[in-house]
């Protein structure tokens, strides 16, 4: 879950609509230093499909006009058949946790504007 923290929060647009990431790779290109919010964590490799798993049905988020919607139970059922993923119980708690970390960061950042 950390590293999805820290992905989500590189990711995150700033007050010009240009990601955190953007701007600290611009950073580095213009000092030769690798700002230190840059490194990466350890990527998770065991849950390295999770994730992208993840990312894939974040994409297909809806909301309800105010904020993101949680991925629901029944969308991962569909995504599963559709897919024919297969996925475990096991990888849709991994997944749904995920979701978690992604809607706190995505509450997070509408309240600073």
């Known amino acids: 879950m950390l590293f999805a923290e820290h992905e989500l929060a590189l990711g995150a647009k700033q007050g010009d609509g240009v990601s ?3 701007h600290l790779e611009s950073i580095e290109r213009q000092t030769g230093v690798k700002p230190e919010q840059l490194e990466s964590l350890p990527f998770p490799e065991t849950l390295e499909f999770n994730w992208l798993d993840f990312l894939e049905l974040n994409r297909a988020r809806t909301s ?7 991925i629901s ?4 059922d569909a ?9 475990t119980a096991q990888e849709i708690n991994i997944i749904k946790q995920l979701d978690d970390v992604f809607l706190n960061h995505y509450q997070q950042q509408a309240a600073k504007k």
């Open 64 to 70: 309800n006009g105010y904020t993101a919607n949680p």
């Open 73 to 76: 139970y029944t969308e991962l």
């Open 20 to 22: 955190l990431r953007h």
């Open 79 to 87: 995504w599963n058949r559709l897919t024919n993923k297969n996925i």
